[in-house]
DNA sequence: GCGACAG
DNA sequence: ATCTTGTCGC
């Protein structure tokens, strides 16, 4: 697929959090309730600086893979928190760039709105690409939340500045949740579902999950 | 002031 | 993210 020029890429942190913001608006949140094709994103480090970033593409149907590809480069800006997206996006853009079919549906690895500025990875790898995207992140990083039930199916809310950004999703019974957040052209409640259903076993999404795995394991 | 802080 | 063994459970 094919993604448009990124943006001027900001050297500080208040040229990354003015991008943040001018981008902001473009968040839509609300979309399409069913995907056919779910992509799963994912960056490994090795080294000081080397990122390797993997793409998977499912049948949502089947979870069986359809396509994948992997990009190398380097890790594109300090690790900040809130920043973390300018990290990661160049090596990921790269990624979606050699596939050869478009997703319908991007899972990140992190967050969307639940973020300081409300404009997290899975934001914006979304207003990039215009494609419906969604984050899971595995730690908690902003805002509130109680423990869903200890049942599969379960979440509450995650509350930010009195707003609700987000949901501690539980993936699995008895095992911590995952948080999950809204990226682009996308309601919370498909946010959540979708979560459900891509992860009927684990509790990491399957989609995020392979992609974590080729991202470790590239091929050659 | 210090630690914590998506990955 | 990464540095790191064994162990319990599905």
Do not use: N
């Amino acid at each position: 697929m094919r993604v448009d020029q990124l943006h001027p890429w900001p050297s500080t942190a208040a040229e990354a959090e003015a991008v943040q913001d001018a981008l902001r608006g473009r968040v839509e949140l609300t979309g399409p309730e069913e995907f056919a094709l779910v992509a799963g994103l994912d960056v490994h480090y090795h080294g000081d600086d080397e990122v390797t970033a993997a793409v998977v593409v499912l049948d949502a149907a089947t979870l069986d893979v359809a396509e994948q590809a992997v990009a190398h480069g380097r890790a594109a800006f300090p690790y900040v928190p809130g920043l973390f997206a300018f990290r990661e996006l160049p090596a990921l853009v790269s990624a979606l760039e050699r596939l050869t079919v478009t997703p319908d549906l991007l899972v990140c690895d992190g967050y969307g709105l639940a973020h300081p500025r409300g404009f997290g990875l899975a934001c914006h790898i979304g207003v990039l690409t215009g494609l419906p995207s969604m984050g899971v992140g595995k730690t908690p990083f902003v805002g509130e939340s109680e423990p869903p039930a200890p049942e599969r199916g379960s979440w509450t809310p995650i509350t930010y500045g009195g707003a609700t950004v987000g949901r501690a999703v539980r993936t699995r019974d008895g095992v911590r949740p995952v948080y999950v957040s809204q990226g682009h052209r996308i309601s919370l409640d498909t946010a959540t579902r979708q979560a459900l259903l891509l992860a009927p076993r684990h509790r990491i999404p399957e989609p995020i999950r392979r992609a974590d795995h080729l991202a470790r394991h590239p091929p050659s």
